[in-house]
């Protein structure tokens, strides 16, 4: 007789996908999006962002993943090596679009990025999340166009690109969350996207 098995960590059994709780359709704010197929609660854990984890230097030699739209990646960081390319082995969670008043966040637990409800979600309501995109460079009105939003909420930034002032303090986040980020990197025929999952400190057995 076998021994029982020995229960995963809980970051293991957060869910990879999930088509009964959630479905990828046609969005009215851009391309593809992400529905709630039922009531979701505030804290559940809805997805992992998962894809291929490659070095950064393979990142730059596949970007850009679509040249008529070289500024739109899957690319998501999670340490300064490394990076998740969800458009090899990805999942329905490389298609939720950005809002700038979400309903949901990502969140790095130990190289792993999980999408969470921030508040209760509605069957039928689509999934958003903020994706902070920050870039070194001065934002001029060509930069801000080449990264439009169109969440359409009444706070929104009109720009996929988070402020200056929090760009640039990000020890200042409280949670232990996840945001993508973007750095123009030079490198022949132009610029690339990188999506960084920010990390902060988070005391051990708190929930978020």
Known sequence: MQPPATPLPPAAQAPRSDTRRIQTRRSGVHGKGVFALQDLAEGETLIEYVGEVIRWK???????????????????????????????????????????????????????????????????????????????????????????????????????????????????AKKHSAKKTAKAQSQPGGEVLKESAKKSKKKPGKKD
């Not at 801000?144 to 939003?149: K, S, V």
């Open 58 to 172: 393979e990142a730059l030699r596949r970007h850009p993943h679509d040249p008529s739209d070289p500024n739109h990646t899957f690319y998501f960081h999670i340490d300064e090596d490394h990076v998740i390319d969800a458009k090899v082995d990805g999942n329905s969670s490389r298609w939720i679009n950005h809002s700038c008043k979400p309903n949901c966040e990502a969140d790095e637990d130990d190289g792993r990025v999980f999408i969470k409800a921030l508040r209760n979600i509605k069957a039928g309501d689509e999934l958003f999340y903020d994706y902070g995109l920050i870039i070194d460079a001065r934002y001029t009105p060509k930069l801000l166009a080449e990264y439009p939003c169109w969440c359409g909420a009444k706070s929104c930034r009109g720009t996929l690109l988070a402020p200056k002032d929090k760009a640039s303090k990000p020890g200042k």
